[in-house]
């Protein structure tokens, strides 16, 4: 019994010491935009943060009319983070995450599904290495 309050301690602790997804993503886009100064890419792509998340200021009016305008000008329940266009118009999807446990609402299950009936690539990670690699595989020559 000891043992396993230790790792959920343990657990606990390494949780709390993780970035957020929100940090996560702007590591990612710092480590990003220097390999491509770099030239670390093969062929030229284009990627973009897709600002598709409710507000919260603390101000409920205010959150109510920024979150009805998203709504009023597409935004779309479970968006990834990042969408990445590359050779000849191809599209593919990074969704971050915290960590491993953190899971998919039904929204972005939902659009990962339509995402990959599309024949478009769709990657859902916690590593940043894991989505440079997945872009430097889709702009290999």
């Known amino acids: 019994m000891l043992d396993d309050d230790f ?3 343990e657990l606990e602790l ?3 010491l993780m970035p957020t997804e929100s940090q996560l993503c ?6 990003l935009r220097e390999l491509q100064q770099l030239n670390y890419f093969e062929t030229p792509f284009i990627i973009m943060h897709i600002a598709n998340e409710r507000k919260s200021t603390g101000n409920s009016h205010l959150d109510m009319l920024y979150n009805k305008r998203l709504k009023t000008i597409g935004m779309v329940k479970g968006a990834p983070d990042y ?3 590359y050779r000849f ?4 999807a990074i969704e971050f995450k915290r ?7 039904p929204a972005q299950l939902t659009f990962k599904q339509e995402w990959e009936d599309l024949g478009a690539p769709y990657l859902l990670t916690w590593k940043i290495d894991e989505a440079i690699g997945f872009i430097h595989d889709l702009t290999e020559l």
Do not use: P
Not at 89 to 92: L, V
Not at 99 to 105: I, T, V
């Open 7 to 9: 790792d959920r301690e």
């Open 14 to 16: 390494t949780d709390h």
């Open 26 to 31: 702007v590591q990612f886009m710092k480590q």
């Open 83 to 85: 969408i990445i266009t």
């Open 89 to 92: 118009g191809k599209t593919a």
């Open 99 to 105: 960590n491993a446990k953190c899971k998919l609402s």
